[in-house]
């Protein structure tokens, strides 16, 4: 189970990292919509967090080697969805940080994923 929530993950970051890198603008356009949703627009961050952070966290409890990381980022997932469902104001604060003179911020996260992605493909397919 473990391998495929590794897959999950590589598929996830992969598409969402490139989209990032090549569309930051787009994004930007996106997370001040939510922005101007108030704390709605938290809880939608909140719930795609939540979604993903939580997959990994039921079913990729590994605390060794690579795919600690991928634990890690669940759990840190998980945790920032919290935050956010119990104190919306944060999440608001962090999504007043990004306008469209910003974007690169965007892409810098996007960069990030596909790293993440890298590392953890390097390792499912060197341990095949």
Do not use: C
């Not at 961050?45 to 980022?73: D, E, K, M, R, Y």
Request: net charge positive.
């Amino acid at each position: 189970m473990e391998h495929a929530v590794q897959i999950y993950a590589i598929i996830n970051l992969t598409v969402i990292g490139i989209s990032h890198v090549v569309r930051p603008r787009v994004w930007a356009d996106f997370f001040v919509f939510l922005r101007e949703r108030g704390e709605a627009g938290v809880f939608a961050v909140a719930i795609l967090n939540l979604i993903f952070g939580s997959i990994i966290v039921a079913f990729h409890n590994v605390w060794s080697g690579i795919p600690l990381v991928l634990t890690v980022w669940g759990w840190a997932n998980v945790v920032k969805a919290l935050l956010y469902f119990l104190f919306p104001a944060i999440g608001l604060r962090r999504l007043q940080s990004l306008s469209h003179e910003r974007a690169n911020l965007v892409g810098g996260g996007g960069i990030l994923f596909l790293l993440l992605a890298g590392v953890l493909g390097y390792h499912v397919w060197s341990t095949a």
